[in-house]
Structure formats: structure tokens, C-alpha cells
């Protein structure tokens, strides 16, 4: 196992200017924001990073910019699926020009495929990539659902783990029992509630969308679930369900999990809320919903000073 590779990982937003330019000074700001509240990694350009609603040029300069801000204080990690094969090579060697640590597959999205060829894709694809790579299992957004056979392929071209977004708590129970007795695999879950049973039956941590806004929450409950302490871990999920019982709810939009987040963050002054088209913006009156949900709010030290 990679002893760097752990922890709370939160798939960072993407701070954008109304324009749709990068804004780099709330990227820095919510970067400072991330590391102050203790997060182990940075994953870039995933779902909550709108990385396929970003234009090319964006996505270089998003990652050289995070990189340079970060400077190896946490690993970074950077999607780079893509529609294109050759799209995603060529984005995976700027991310290691950029300095990050990891890049992570997902299926290419839009065409739907077959196990089988996604199982030829990463045959084509392992051996031409610069850095370590992990999978992403998010069938909500890419039309396939890794299964157990394609993970373990992947394993075996080089995969050292996987993200797994399917929301399929049943699923990532087999990946962890499959992968129990293999320190080289990591298993990571992308439900910010299934986080205690990953880390008890033998997962690495989580890739967790409020830790952009609440990192401290996401850490304490990470610190919790491996000392086993159910007390603070009850106490904790209890406020993590609040969150997405709240703050993920707000709207009618398929989108509201990504617009609420950025919301937050508009709220708490570390950057805009301004989303790539065709998410966009919550209304006034969603936009004081998610403010009054914050005042409500009380957690100790979660805002930034």
C-alpha cells in the first residue's frame, strides 16, 4: 500500500470566475482552507471538480495551479478521462509535469461499453500512463459498472486501488473482502457514509465532497472510525447525514449536490459559486436556504478564520 495514498481525499470544486475562467485566488483560498482543516489528498477533475464541463487549456491550468499552491504537502490526485483516448495521455503527462502524485480512471464516458472493452481500453491505456493510477467506479455518470473481473484486470495492469462511487454499499463490500488480504490495493469509497465500515473492514479512507466545505467533520470522523470509537463516529455520521439530508437537498436539480457545495463555499467567502454550464447557479431563494442551513449549523472550529 502507498503509505501516502489515505485519509480523507476531498474531490475539490473547481473555483471559476463568472466568465468560466479559473479563479486562481479562490483556489488558493480553498486550497489554504483544505490543508488547515487537515485532509490527507486533493483529488482534481473529478465529478465535483466538473472536470468534463472544463475546457482543456482550464484543466492544465487548474492542475499546474493547485500543484504549485500545494507544493507536496498532501498527494494530489487528477482525473483524466476523457471521451479521447489520445486526450487522456496527453493530459495524464501534463499532470506529472504539473507535479501531481496520482491519476485516476474512470470508463470514457458518452458511448456506452462492455466490460470486456473497457478491460481492452486500460490494456491500451496502463502502459502509456506516467504516474500511478487508481479506478473510478461512478456508473451514475459513465454508463458502466466496473465489475469485480474488470477491477481485478486493472489490478493486474497496474492499478494500485479504486474510488468507488457506485453508492452500492454491497459492492464495495466485495472489493473490500476480494482486495482484504492485498496491501498493494487500495480501496477508497466515495460515499461519505459508508466511510467507518471501509476503514473497519480494511479501506483506506474516503474521497468526501462535504470535506471541501467542512474538512474538519471528515477528518474527525476518518480519526474516529480507525480507533473504533463509536461513540465520536455516531456523533459524527449524525452530522455528515445532516449534510446530506440539508445541504445536498436543496433544490430540485440533479445537479444540487455540486451547486450546493459551491454555495457553501460561496457562503463561507472562499470562492464564487459560479458552476461550468450546464449546472450553473442556485436562485435567491436556494441560496437562502442553503444559508440558513449554515447558521443552524454548529460545529466547532469547522469555519475558516
Known amino acids: 500500500m502507498n503509505p ?25 483560498r480553498l486550497i489554504e482552507y483544505l490543508l488547515r482543516g487537515g485532509i490527507h489528498g486533493i483529488f482534481l477533475l473529478g465529478t465535483t471538480g466538473e472536470g468534463p464541463s472544463l475546457s482543456y487549456a482550464l484543466r492544465i491550468q487548474l492542475v499546474a495551479e493547485a500543484c504549485a499552491i500545494i507544493k507536496k504537502r498532501v498527494p494530489v490526485l ?12 496527453t493530459f495524464a503527462n501534463h499532470a506529472k509535469e504539473a507535479g501531481a502524485d496520482f491519476l485516476v480512471v474512470a470508463p470514457p464516458y458518452y458511448f456506452p461499453i462492455s466490460q470486456g ?27 458502466l459498472h466496473l465489475s469485480l473481473k474488470t477491477v ?13 462511487s ?30 467507518p465500515e471501509t476503514i473497519q473492514k480494511g479501506g483506506i479512507g474516503a474521497v468526501a ?64 459559486d459560479y458552476a461550468a454550464q450546464p449546472i450553473g447557479q442556485f436562485n435567491t431563494a436556494e441560496r437562502a436556504e442553503i444559508t440558513t442551513y449554515l447558521t443552524d449549523f454548529q460545529y466547532e472550529n469547522e469555519y475558516p478564520t
Not at 226 to 249: C, F, G, M, P, Q
Open 4 to 28: 501516502s495514498l489515505k485519509g480523507i481525499i476531498p474531490p475539490m470544486v473547481t473555483p471559476l470566475l463568472e466568465n468560466g475562467d479559473l479563479d486562481v485566488h479562490g483556489l488558493r
Open 78 to 89: 487528477v482525473c483524466i478521462t476523457d471521451t479521447s483516448f489520445k486526450s487522456s495521455i
Open 117 to 143: 472493452e473497457m478491460q481492452d481500453y486500460l490494456e491500451a491505456l496502463a502502459p502509456r500512463l506516467p504516474l500511478p493510477f487508481l479506478m473510478y467506479n461512478m456508473p451514475s455518470c459513465t454508463k
Open 152 to 164: 481485478k484486470k486493472a489490478k493486474e495492469l497496474g492499478a494500485i486501488g479504486i474510488k468507488d
Open 166 to 195: 457506485s453508492g452500492n454499499q454491497e459492492y464495495l463490500f466485495s472489493l473490500l473482502e476480494e482486495f482484504q488480504h492485498d496491501p498493494s490495493f487500495s480501496i477508497i469509497t466515495g460515499n461519505e457514509a459508508f466511510l
Open 209 to 272: 465532497g462535504g470535506a471541501n466545505f467542512f474538512p474538519k467533520l471528515f477528518v474527525a470522523l476518518y480519526e474516529a472510525s480507525l480507533a473504533n470509537d463509536a461513540e465520536a463516529i455516531s456523533r459524527h455520521l449524525e452530522r455528515v447525514n445532516w449534510i446530506s439530508n440539508t445541504i445536498y437537498d436543496v433544490g430540485k436539480q440533479e445537479s444540487k449536490y455540486i451547486k450546493g457545495t459551491k454555495c457553501v463555499l460561496s457562503a463561507l467567502n472562499i470562492c464564487y
